[in-house]
């Protein structure tokens, strides 16, 4: 590992943070909340750590795979430290502990929160806290379609944009391109959601925060009722819309854009994705009638449809207290919570695909009982998925449940109770937002104890870089030169 | 698949039933409660319905590993419908759903009940409910050792006893010499358990129902309380030593028993199995006191150490409400349920090894992300473990979870709550007993829901047999000859 190497560009990535603190600037001058130093301080202090760290750390080598590890893990904690400047130097979230988790879950797009009182807060700094979901979005999708895929973590190899351009193994100018092409597609995807939304009535500040947390499938909302405080069929909808979106591969909707769009609806991950939604919805509302919670068809299907793609695409978002609901709702959407989006979209959790696989080497492995000769390939959309691939995909669901148990476990150690504490982390796991029981969709994070914050935030962390990014770090060899 | 000679085999099991039905008349005729005709008239049904399907199903041809499967999936099945027989005519159990839940059950030694009254039942009804237990640990030892192995089910191969004899690939003289070997061990140790039970001041008739239940690791008692009835350290200690036994292979006991002493804690899977169980009963010990559950080392000591192997083994038995309990040492045995025993053991669950093999699957992904070009085989014991038998291990689990959550959901629209439901399924599926919330350990599955039950029947089933082997039947290929 070239410890140099990955500083420098810690240091780089830094300086781009400090830039993106200039942007609430100007609502901080629109609305006169006089906090504008808070901003103008806290990059300051990021151009200064950034700099020194570019500056001084020189070296002339290429970037590996072991660097890109320790880039991607490290700069994503880097920005849950730095990134929480603002809340502190404000005085808005006095606990670093609590304005760290904060932060993290607005960069992995988790949406969990610790604010007990959202609209409070100054607006800028409500406008920060949706940017650091839209930032984090960017981060995820070039992450999930050009990184991981060359890293090679937990079967992404799958899901890689087609790039084009130079296919020389170096990584720089691959992802740059990539990146380029698919940011796009996402801030195409935010203008219209933005546009769509002031056309219900609201305004462009909260239609901008709103779509940020949209795109990005993170779930902070500018209002402490979170979208019911509009109480618009309009708006519900365009935003259960958008969620849907952007769980999908993003770089299906570039090939959309590219004129390709019969490809869109081959992807098998797609159209298992939106049959999930489908028929998890259709059951919740049958169960939300007959346990009388919606008498009205239309009604029930804007609630239902609403909550599973928000939960299913591990937005957070919410309409109603869905703990109010029959409990075998309640148990599909905590479901869905562990299956998540598409790999390649903003969204969490294990992933369609990955879950698809699952059930398909489950299939084979029956099949091959009955006929112990016959061979059996495990198929993605018509072409045969390496072993190799199925492999890491399998790694990944024993290591997923595995953190997840031992999650819940130190969560419940802090004292919180059974449900709590394993949908807890399971919401930061798979960045989803709301858990169930004290940390619901009523209620907040503020309460946990600090060594449960501590787990969660690492837990936000972990899913949000697929595990095995974060996991390398700990073996002793990683390390060695 | 040869439906006569599948049939004929279940005649013969139903002639077995019948001859063990007459077990409980001494203990009828020696208490004088009157029910001796029941067990008479049951056994008259098994007779005639056996010697039937034996008698007019005559097949020349060979048993094949298809009608191996049918017979393991429709033996438990024929057991648990004629088997709960004497629970229906004596009137003991009126409602046939109940009885067959109570006999499959204890067939598939679970241990979970729909009693509320245990005490108030004839005791050679009790007799025949603690045989139901014992008889089908019989039945386990010889499926996972010598019939699942040859089955090729979710990586059994890795475990199969050592059988000296023929090689030829017939299935019934392999299965013959491992069964009465083990039988031996699994007799021995019920005839000790059941000898140090009554030096504790048990009378015969608990001993010996206490024993079958334990070395069934099955989990029915005589008494209302279950083991806390007795209130006694040595008793406790006593079930402690044999549910630890009887959650190991049984192919190691035997090796003990032929003077091999030394291969016993070669074995890998039983260092980590004894390993957890030290580490879990520590850990709660430690949350107990500092909970202030229990101020005495000795006594915190008994209560955890007893529970933690109860639940790991799978038995079920209680000494006390761990209900009340901190929620960190009930996280902790509900993880343990999943784990489950050894291979090869009268226990449940995924079993040690497969959670092992699991660890270690995920451990040699996250090192190949760090050396790509370096080999790394997954070993058991310094043994590598076959490619094949990993994938099925991976499958199993894969399946196991998806069974636990597809069942929970089941139980949860039958109207009961989240962490009932949930552990009601892992209650069954992994073959322990009481699970938490109103199926917990002072509690009992009267109340389940007919269409909870007859789910709950299902996971039972299906969690004995190991999942694939009831899975298989589901593939219409499998029917076909």
Redesign the interface.
Known sequence: MNLILTLRILGALLLFLGGSLFAPLPFSFYYSDGIWSVYVLSAVICFVVGGLLFSFCKSSKELT??EG?AVVTFGWTVFAVFGSLPYLISGAIPSPLDAIFETMSGFTTTGSTILTEIEALPKSLLFWRSLTHWLGGMGIIVLSLAILPM???GGMQLFKAEVPGPTADRLKPRIQDTAKMLWGVYFLLTMIETLLLMLGGMSFFDALCHSFATLATGGFSTKNGSIAAYDSSYIDGVITLFMILAGINFALHFQVLRGKGREFFRSEELRVYLGIILVATVIIMI?NWTGGVYFHFAENLRYSIFQVSSIMTTTGFGTTDFELWP??A???L??LMFIGGCAGSTGGGMKVARILL??K??Q?????????RAVRLVKLGNRPVDKEVL??I??????F??IF?IG??LV??S?????S?ASAVVACLANIGPG?GSVGPADNFAHVPVFGKSVLIVCMLMGRLEL?TV??LF?P??WRK
Chains 1, 2 share one sequence.
Not at 364 to 372: A, E, Y
Not at 394 to 399: D, S
Not at 415 to 419: A, E, I, Q, R, T
């Open positions: 795979v072991r590890f890293l090679g973590v169960f409990v075998i309640q148990y599909i905590l479901l699952l059930f080497h489950a084979v492995q029956v099949f091959r009982l009955v006929h112990p492999q890491a399998l790694g990944f669901f024993a290591v449940i595995g148990v819940s476990m419940a150690a004292g919180m109770d059974l449900v504490s169930l095995f996991l390398v073996f060899s990683f």
